[in-house]
């Protein structure tokens, strides 16, 4: 099976294009639309697209990227069990929301701390071809994944930046269509940003809403 995802599936702008690859842009994409609209579908769809691009990523000796794509799917996991309808009727699941100022703190201390030891790692111990971006991909990742399951309105920003970095990486190891899907996946990470923002205007606007007397 994995033999077969790391087979050429196509030939585009001069580079073979594995089935790992061309799966996981298509449930990439899925995953992320439906992550704009609050679906819980974007989680089990997330997961089958962690395990596509774990084989792309090894293929591509992105060992960061890689190891990313296992914290995906844990994360995942924890995403689709906060997000899904029993959660909600259990504890009221996830309301789209900001960030809090401890949040930021905890979340920037972890950043700091996991990039530095991350770029140390892979520069001293693998072949990685950037270790620094690498590095910063798979942290920004985990934050902004993290960021989703608890509906973070910011975590889209964050989105943002990933998408940002990844396009030029991917495109120095000759994974086009993915840096393709990946610029358009800045464009869905807008749309995302745009609507959970008003969600949340229109959440306030409930609250203060005032109550009619009889």
Not at 18 to 47: F, K, M, N, Q
Not at 71 to 92: H, K, N, Q, T
Request: aromatic residues 12%; glycine residues 8%.
């Amino acid at each position: 099976m994995i033999h077969w995802l790391s087979s050429t599936a196509l030939h585009l702008f001069g580079a073979d294009v594995s089935w790992a690859e061309v799966l996981g842009d298509l449930t990439g994409a899925a995953s992320v639309w439906w992550a704009a609209r609050e679906r819980v579908a974007t989680w089990p769809v997330g997961i089958v697209n962690s395990c596509l691009f774990l084989v792309l990523f090894l293929d591509a000796k992105l060992y960061a990227d890689s190891a990313l794509q296992v914290a995906f799917i844990v994360l995942g996991a924890y995403g689709w069990w906060r997000w899904s309808p029993g959660a909600e009727a259990r504890d009221g699941g996830e309301r789209v929301r900001r960030t809090t100022l401890p949040e930021w703190g905890a979340l920037g201390a972890a950043t700091v701390v996991a990039q530095a030891a991350l770029t140390w790692g892979l520069t001293r111990h693998t072949d990685s071809p950037a270790p620094f971006w690498d590095a910063s991909i798979l942290v920004l990742s985990l934050v902004a994944t993290y960021g989703q399951a608890k509906k973070l309105v910011e975590s889209w920003w964050i989105w943002i930046t990933v998408d940002l970095i990844s396009v030029p990486l991917l495109v120095s190891r000759h994974l086009v269509p993915t840096a393709l899907l990946t610029a358009g996946f800045g464009l869905l990470c807008v749309v995302g940003l745009r609507d959970w923002t008003r969600t949340l205007r229109g959440d306030r606007t409930d609250a203060v809403e005032p109550v009619a007397v009889a």
